[in-house]
């Protein structure tokens, strides 16, 4: 069975930096896109950063972008995502998630509906 494992969730203060990461067993990080989203108290869940792990191109959502990086490691196994200049607006669960078996080697989808696997989130709290 597939299982996405995140981790690296913790409590930060304004400016600081937290790495997440999210661990497959059951499930080989190739020819998928791996995305991160997040979802606030009293929000809908939204994309924070994908990456296609075929071509290595990864994708930010314009709240994050020049702050967050997310990386792909095919020998872990494992998404990163590193989390810089970390504001109290970015306190939410963050979600790893999988669409498997895309052919292009670049592009992600950006909703939520089309990832196949979830991992259990992991807390992200800034405070100022």
């Known amino acids: 069975q597939v299982r996405l494992v995140e981790s690296g969730g913790d409590s930060v203060q304004a400016g600081g930096s937290l790495r997440l990461s999210c661990a497959a067993s059951g499930y080989t990080m190739q020819s998928s896109c791996m995305a991160w989203f997040r979802q606030a108290p009293g929000k809908e869940r939204e994309g924070v950063a994908a990456v296609n792990t075929g071509g290595e191109n990864a994708y930010y959502y314009n709240s994050v972008k020049g702050r967050f990086t997310i990386a792909h490691d095919s020998d872990r196994n494992t998404v990163y995502l590193q989390m810089n200049s970390l504001k109290p607006e970015d306190t939410a669960v963050y979600y790893c998630?999988?669409?498997?078996?895309?052919?292009?080697?670049?592009?992600?989808?950006?909703?939520?509906?089309?990832?196949?696997?979830w991992g259990q989130g992991t807390q992200v709290t800034v405070s100022s």
């Open positions: 998630a999988a669409y498997p078996g895309i052919t292009r080697l670049s592009g992600c989808p950006a909703a939520v509906t089309a990832y196949n696997y």
